[in-house]
């Protein structure tokens, strides 16, 4: 019923921007925290970046100043402009919430289905 969607992910030179976008979708009353993981082949998935409900954020240190995540007023909206992108950076994106209220139940830890960023040389 609830379905976090990502969009925004594809190739890009060394030193290029991309822009992620993902939208919950469904019958949802409130989303709280909002956020970016990403995985790399063989490793575990890190937080790039989160965003409270009130508008606070964090960064993985290897992200701060480059990358930047933002909300829309509704809150059903999290952004991940990415700048100055380094091959390291290439990932499947995931966007996760840690709750969503649908008026019935919550639902905890959500994930969406990924997109990939790759990131040339």
């Known amino acids: 019923q609830v379905q976090l969607v990502e969009s925004g992910g594809g190739l890009v030179q060394a030193g290029g921007s991309l822009r992620l976008s993902c939208a919950a979708s469904?019958?949802?009353?409130?989303?709280?925290?909002m956020g970016w993981y990403r995985q790399a082949p063989g490793k575990q998935r890190e937080l790039v970046a989160g965003?409270?409900?009130?508008?606070?954020?964090k960064y993985a240190n290897s992200v701060k100043g480059r990358f930047t995540i933002s909300r829309d007023s509704d809150q059903n909206t999290v952004y991940l402009q990415m700048n100055s992108l380094k091959p390291e950076d290439t990932a499947v994106y995931y966007c996760?919430?840690?709750?969503?209220?649908?008026?019935?139940?919550?639902?905890?830890?959500?994930w969406g289905v990924g997109t990939q960023v790759t990131v040339s040389s």
């Open positions: 469904g019958s949802i009353v409130r989303v709280n925290a």
């Open positions: 965003i409270t409900s009130g508008g606070s954020t």
């Open positions: 996760y919430t840690d709750e969503v209220y649908t008026g019935s139940y919550y639902l905890t830890d959500y």
